[in-house]
C-alpha cells in the first residue's frame, strides 16, 4: 500500500493530499530515509512523522485498505523516539 493511502487509513493523517504534501516537504520517514508518498509500506517499517518540534514514530504492525475508526489503532504501534 502506498505510504500517503496507509497514513490516512491509519488515522495518522487526516486526509490523503495532506499526507501526500508532508511526504513531498519531507516530513515523513521510513526507516531512517526520507519517503516519497508512492513507497510501499510493509509491516516492520518504522515511520517518523515531524510536525514542527513534534516526532512520531510508529511501527507498522498490519497494512490493511480498509479500516474503521476502531480497527485504524490497530495497525500501527507507537514506538519511543531515539
Known amino acids: 500500500m502506498r505510504l500517503d493511502k496507509y497514513l490516512k487509513v491509519s488515522r ?6 495532506v499526507a501526500n504534501e508532508a511526504c513531498d ?3 515523513i ?6 519517503a516519497r508518498a508512492s513507497y ?4 516492520g517499517d518504522r515511520i517518523t512523522l515531524r510536525f ?7 511501527e507498522v504492525l498490519n497494512v490493511t485498505e480498509n479500516a474503521g475508526k476502531a480497527e485504524a489503532s490497530l495497525l500501527y504501534r507507537e514506538v519511543a523516539n531515539p
Request: zero cysteines.
Open 40 to 43: 510501499d509500506v510493509k509491516p
Open 25 to 27: 516537504a519531507g516530513h
Open 29 to 34: 520517514t521510513v526507516n531512517g530515509r526520507v
Open 12 to 17: 495518522l493523517i487526516k486526509r490523503r493530499t
Open 52 to 58: 514542527g518540534e513534534r516526532a512520531l514514530t510508529v
